[in-house]
């Protein structure tokens, strides 16, 4: 896909797509809880879609009783693997948990630890440490668990949500550098506004066996999604973009790129349920970022950095080798193709990107990796160079399934 921008001017108003990490646990928790309630807004993206139809495909079979093994791909969403066999722990049957072959590289033995600790029978079908997954569902009891929190939020997810249906409930010790931190807090916000007490003290987090309780919700916009608008705005002259179903007060640790931009020249006015962006003249001319509690807007930052040619260096750039592809060395193959070089300090995580070389690069063609945000953060790209290519860019359902839609709304052209 050819996309095409003859001018830099940025006008118009986007509907965003509905928070993914909000959606997802919303469904585990209407799971888990046994009980019925309205999720108004909910994201309608490939992986939000992928776990709704597992849930209603694992009712099905436990309603049913079968002594069949019930096989669920979970494709190449991370939050469906690893939030479905903390739940299918807890759920008798057999169940085999298998996914994309990236999915399979992807790492899962500490959550695995920690549901055997438990008293979860969970058997690896290839290698160690990896799906797929063979696992015997049932009662699992309560305890106190430690746990590495310095490789996925996601597994410390997927235990908070069972925790309140454990036989005794749980105790989690969290150890380590805590990577994706405001993900475990929007997990704990909705916990708590489903009725869960937690007692929080420093990093042991403590909830006891109880129920859940109903009420119904409103999923609010991504903040993910608005972080490639914001990019967009950086690389436009002329800026003044109404962002709707933002909240001022998010619960989505990702709603920090409003003030990330700002660094960047993006001014943001909080408006009721929405946010308009618009451009100021002045820009940092070099900047460090620690993405440890980001991870999924790093891709946009450091492309935004390559495309106006300022110096950064970034950090807590870990968990990225473990994504939908390894991000890292997917940026460094990609941004070389504009002339962007990294450099990679010693004995750390931190990168250095170089000042803009050679911009009268034509016909540059991105490939994806099967990433939507790789997709999504070289896209406004485009704005640069007057047109970028985009290989596989139907991977964006995964997150944002209308992205090309709403950038040709305010101008972009897209040739297929």
């Given at each position: 896909m050819i996309i095409k921008k003859e001018d830099k001017k940025l006008y118009g108003s986007i509907c965003l797509p509905a928070s993914k990490s909000i959606s997802n646990r919303l469904l585990m928790i209407k799971a888990l809880s046994g009980k019925n309630f309205n999720i108004f807004n909910l994201s309608d993206a490939d992986d939000s879609r992928l776990l709704s139809e597992?849930?209603?495909?694992?009712?099905?079979?436990?309603?049913?009783?079968?002594?069949?093994?019930?096989?669920?791909?979970?494709d190449n969403a991370g939050t469906v693997m690893r939030f479905l066999t903390a739940y299918l722990s807890t759920i008798n049957g057999k169940w085999i948990l298998s996914g994309s072959e990236q999915m399979k590289k992807r790492p899962i033995a500490i959550l695995v630890n920690a549901l055997q600790y438990l008293g979860a029978s969970i058997d690896y079908l290839n290698e160690n440490?990896?799906?797929?997954?063979?696992?015997?569902?049932?009662?699992?009891?309560?305890?106190?668990?430690?746990?590495?929190?310095?490789?996925?939020?996601?597994?410390?997810?997927?235990?908070?949500?069972?925790?309140?249906?454990?036989?005794?409930?749980?105790?989690?010790?969290?150890?380590?550098?805590?990577?994706?931190?405001?993900?475990?807090?929007?997990?704990?916000?909705?916990?708590?506004y489903f009725?869960?007490?937690?007692?929080?003290?420093?990093?042991?987090?403590?909830?006891?066996?109880?129920?859940?309780?109903?009420?119904?919700?409103?999923?609010?916009?991504?903040?993910s999604a608005a972080s490639y608008w914001y990019q967009m705005a950086v690389l436009a002259?002329?800026?003044?973009?109404?962002?709707?179903?933002?909240?001022?007060?998010?619960?989505?640790?990702?709603?920090?790129?409003?003030?990330?931009?700002?660094k960047f020249?993006?001014?943001?006015?909080?408006?009721?349920?929405?946010?308009?962006?618009?451009?100021?003249?002045?820009?940092?001319?070099?900047?460090?970022?620690?993405?440890?509690?980001?991870?999924?807007?790093a891709p946009t930052l450091i492309v935004t950095c390559a495309g106006i040619g300022i110096d950064g260096n970034f950090s807590g750039l870990q968990s990225l080798r473990i994504k939908e592809t390894d991000r890292l060395e997917a940026l460094k193959t990609e941004l070389a193709k504009i002339g962007i070089q990294f450099g990679k300090y010693p004995d750390s995580e931190i990168w250095h990107i170089a000042k803009e070389q050679n911009w009268k690069i034509r016909k540059i063609s991105i490939n994806t990796y099967n990433d939507h945000r790789m997709a999504m953060a070289f896209a406004p790209l485009a704005l640069k160079f007057g047109q970028i290519s985009i290989e596989n860019p139907a991977v964006v359902s995964k997150s944002y399934p209308q992205f090309w839609d709403d950038i040709q709304s305010v101008g972009f052209q897209i040739i297929k």
């Open positions: 597992h849930l209603t495909e694992i009712e099905a079979h436990s309603k049913n009783q079968s002594e069949e093994i019930c096989e669920l791909n979970c440490g990896f799906p797929p997954l063979l696992i015997n569902g049932g009662q699992l009891h309560g305890g106190c668990i430690e746990m590495d929190a310095g490789i996925s939020s996601q597994f410390i997810s997927a235990l908070l949500m069972v925790a309140p249906v454990l036989s005794g409930g749980l105790t989690i010790k969290l150890s380590g550098n805590i990577i994706s931190k405001p993900y475990i807090d929007l997990t704990i916000s909705l916990l708590k009725g869960i007490q937690i007692k929080i003290q420093n990093n042991v987090i403590s909830i006891k066996e109880q129920d859940y309780n109903t009420n119904d919700f409103t999923v609010e916009s991504d903040w002259d002329d800026v003044d973009l109404t962002l709707i179903g933002l909240m001022e007060n998010s619960l989505q640790g990702d709603a920090i790129v409003s003030e990330m931009f700002e020249g993006i001014k943001t006015e909080f408006l009721s349920g929405s946010v308009r962006i618009t451009k100021k003249r002045k820009v940092t001319r070099r900047i460090s970022l620690d993405f440890s509690d980001f991870p999924d807007i």
